[in-house]
C-alpha cells in the first residue's frame, strides 16, 4: 500500500515545487498533501522549507515538531535539529540529532552536517577537525557534506601553519568544482611567498560576499602570520558582519596567544 501512496502523492508534489519556484501560497498545501499521501521523509522537509519561507521560521519549527511527534523521519528530525542549533538551543539540537540516528541515515546525508555542525558549536577544541577526519575516509558523503568537511580541513591545515598540505588540499578543491574558500587559501599562501600578482588573481576568483570575503582574508592573514594585516581587516569586519567579527576575533586571540 505505501507504493500506492507514493503515487498518487505524485502529482501533488510536481504541483507544489511548480508553484514553489513561482511563490505561489498554494505550494505548501500542495506539498503538505503530497507528504500525507506518501509519507516520504524529504518531501516532509522540502515541505517545511516551504513553509518556513511562507510562514515564517517559528511556523516551520512548531510544525517539525509536531511531525516529530505524530510521523517521525530522519529527514525532519535533521530539518528540526539544524534549525534548532541556528537559534543556539544546542541541547534540543542534539536530542534531535539522537532521534534521527536512531531512525537511519536520510538520504541526502543531513544528519552528518548536522553532528559537524553541532562538534563545531559545543565540542572541544579540536572536535570538529577530529570528526571531519573521520568523515573524510567515508566514500558515501554527499556532496554538501563532503564540502564542508574538506574546507574544515584545508583550513585546520592553513591555520597550524601546514602550509604544504593546505596547498594540496585547496588545489585538489579546485580541481572538482570552484571552491572560493580554497581560492582564498591560495591568495594567502601567495602573499606569503610575495606573488601579488598570482594573489590578485585567486583573490578574484573568490566569489564571495563581502563579509565572506573578509573573513576568510582575517584567517589567511593568521595563516601566513601577518597579524597586523589581520587585524586591520577585522576593523572592517566589524562593520560588515559582527557574527563573522567575532568568530575571526577568538582565532585571531588564539594565534596572538600562542606567538
Given at each position: ?10 502529482p501533488?508534489l510536481w ?9 505561489l ?35 516551520a ?29 544546542v ?19 543531513l ?21 571531519a577526519?573521520?568523515m ?29 598540505e ?8 579546485l ?5 572560493p ?14 606573488d601579488q ?5 585567486h ?26 594585516d ?30
Amino acid at each position: 500500500m505505501q507504493w500506492i501512496g507514493k503515487l498518487l502523492s505524485l502529482p501533488f508534489l510536481w504541483l507544489g515545487q511548480l508553484t514553489g519556484m513561482l511563490k505561489l501560497p498554494l505550494s505548501v498545501p500542495l506539498l503538505r498533501t503530497a507528504w500525507l499521501l506518501g509519507g516520504d521523509g524529504q518531501v516532509a522537509r522540502t515541505t517545511l522549507l516551504a513553509i518556513h519561507h511562507r510562514d515564517g521560521l517559528h511556523a516551520a519549527r512548531v510544525q517539525a515538531a509536531r511531525w516529530m511527534e505524530t510521523s517521525p523521519r530522519a529527514e525532519i528530525a535533521v530539518f528540526a535539529g539544524l534549525m534548532a542549533l541556528g537559534a543556539g538551543e544546542v541541547e534540543l539540537a542534539e536530542g534531535f540529532l539522537a532521534r534521527g540516528q536512531g531512525m537511519g541515515k536520510d538520504r541526502d546525508g543531513l544528519l552528518e552536517l548536522l553532528e559537524f555542525g553541532l562538534a563545531g558549536q559545543c565540542g572541544a577544541t579540536g572536535s570538529a577537525t577530529q570528526l571531519a577526519r573521520r568523515m573524510e575516509q567515508q566514500r558515501d558523503l554527499p556532496p554538501v557534506v563532503s564540502r564542508v568537511i574538506l574546507n574544515q580541513l584545508l583550513w585546520d591545515a592553513m591555520l597550524d601553519g601546514r602550509h604544504d598540505e593546505a596547498r594540496r588540499r585547496a588545489e585538489h578543491l579546485l580541481e572538482v568544482e570552484d571552491m572560493p574558500q580554497a581560492e582564498m587559501a591560495l591568495w594567502a599562501l601567495a602573499k606569503l611567498h610575495g606573488d601579488q600578482r598570482r594573489a590578485d588573481k585567486h583573490l578574484q576568483r573568490a566569489k564571495l560576499a563581502s563579509p565572506q570575503k573578509v573573513y576568510f582574508q582575517v584567517l589567511g592573514n593568521l595563516a601566513i602570520r601577518a597579524h597586523a594585516d589581520a587585524r586591520e581587516l577585522l576593523s572592517q569586519l566589524h562593520s560588515l558582519d559582527a557574527t563573522l567579527a567575532r568568530n575571526a576575533e577568538d582565532f585571531l586571540q588564539g594565534k596572538e596567544s600562542l606567538a
